[in-house]
């Protein structure tokens, strides 16, 4: 299990994308919220890749996921 915490800063990009690292690329992630945000199953191997993007964020907002 990890936690993720996201934050948008004042004055960031609308869309911001967060590569991660150390995962174990065969395993397939369920990415939650604590407030209800939810992302489709992905595997470790594109978390490391391609990242997970968030946009729609207003500034100064953030975000605390959890991965399973």
Not at 4 to 33: C, H, T, W
Not at 37 to 63: I, R, V
């Amino acid at each position: 299990e990890h936690l993720l915490f996201v934050f948008r800063m004042p004055e960031s990009a609308d869309e911001q994308v967060i590569v991660l690292k150390n995962l174990n690329p065969a395993r397939i992630y369920q990415i939650r919220g604590f407030e209800g945000e939810a992302f489709p199953p992905q595997s470790g191997e594109e978390l490391m890749k391609a990242g997970l993007t968030f946009s729609g964020m207003p500034p100064e907002s953030s975000w605390l996921l959890q991965l399973h």
